[in-house]
């Protein structure tokens, strides 16, 4: 949760953004909008050329943009190589994150033998269980569960309603987003002739440090041996993480990807949303995955990647569909002909 916004003066902001600065230093900006919406105490950004005209017409305060669109800014502007990265710190500042006091809801309640670190917050209802170790600072929202011998680092923030079952470790400054769930058994069976059983999911979950996960996103604890996050990961809302799974530093990967047991993403890869991995396949280091693509085999990269058909009016997407079912016919129709000419050649 964020509070504010603050106010802050423009020349400040660019002091402590390490932006150039055209205009008033003392203009107060208050809250940041889109370049359509904001007002003269907003502050906005053009970062995709996509918006340009909008800067023509913007009354904002103050827009965060590179030095080539400086002569179409009819407002302040900060200049900034990285417009966007910019913003997200100026936004940052502006809009505090509200941290709670240090302090144990009376709601709350602590197994056997756990060990909390100087300043850690633990809202209502929380459910700490036994031998949990839990690091500095850190704060876990209201209507958590903590399982057994976890260990949470400091500064780590658990917003409400996350799950870490138990023996899952987290790093320092991990931060989890509502109804996050780490560390539930992965989808291990085996067949038997009346139907399956369930394979005892005997591992655990590593979440290194600087690591955010989005709301609903779920970590399955290994089969055997752990399912490791390296440091830096972003992972979106709803994705799918499933068991001995690891996923190198700095990766990042956006909503509804799933990713199947067994499978290495590298270090600095990019998903996009909707992706699929299937299992026990690698998948090197800054590797790009574009969104709804099917990978179905190991990738060494780097390199970009895509198998998802972009939207098209069905007509013609039937049609397509209709001819690529004839593609075998097809094939076996040119091998055909390939053999005839070069049995006349002879």
């Known amino acids: 949760m964020r509070e504010g916004p603050l106010a802050l003066r423009l020349g400040d902001l660019a002091v402590r953004a390490g932006a150039s600065l055209r205009g008033d ?9 889109t370049l359509s919406d904001a007002g003269e105490d907003a ?52 809009y505090p994150r509200v941290r ?8 709350a309640v602590l197994g056997a033998r756990v060990e909390l670190a100087r300043g850690v917050a633990i809202g209502p209802n929380a459910v700490i269980e036994d031998e949990v170790r839990i690091g500095r600072n850190t704060v876990v929202g209201a209507g958590c569960v903590i399982g057994t011998k976890s260990r949470l680092g400091a500064d780590c923030r658990l917003a409400a309603n996350v799950t870490l079952c138990h023996e899952v470790t987290l790093g320092d400054r991990v931060v989890l987003h509502p109804a996050v769930v780490i560390g539930a058994d992965g989808f291990g069976m085996a067949r ?39 440091n830096g990961v972003r992972l979106d809302n709803l994705i799918q993480v499933a068991h ?93 002909l390939e053999k005839q000419v070069a049995t006349r050649k002879r």
């Open 244 to 336: 001995n799974v690891t996923v190198g530093e700095h990766t990042v990967i956006a909503a509804c990807v799933g990713i199947s047991g067994s499978t290495s993403i590298g270090q600095r890869c990019m998903i996009g949303g909707a992706a699929c991995f299937n299992g026990h396949i690698e998948i090197g280091d800054d590797v790009v995955v574009t969104g709804m693509t099917m990978v179905t085999k190991s990738l060494d990269g780097p390199g970009v990647y895509s198998s998802g058909i972009p939207v098209q009016e069905n007509k013609r997407w039937a049609r397509g569909v209709a001819r690529y079912k004839q593609l075998d016919e097809l094939a076996g129709r040119v091998k055909r």
């Open 192 to 230: 038997t002739a009346g139907g399956w059983i369930g394979v005892p999911q005997v591992g655990g979950v590593r979440i290194g440090n600087d690591v955010e996960i989005g709301a609903s996103t779920t970590i399955d604890r290994g089969a055997i041996g752990d399912t490791v996050i390296g």
């Open 43 to 94: 502050l906005s950004f053009l970062a995709n050329p996509r918006y340009t005209r909008a800067l023509a017409t913007t009354r904002a305060g103050a827009v965060v943009l590179q030095r080539r669109h400086l002569d179409s800014c009819p407002v302040d502007a900060l200049i900034s190589d990285d417009p966007y990265l910019t913003y997200a710190r100026i936004a940052d500042w502006l």
């Open 25 to 33: 230093p003392t203009r107060t900006i208050a809250r940041v909008a």
């Open 100 to 107: 709670p006091e240090a302090g144990i809801h009376p709601s």
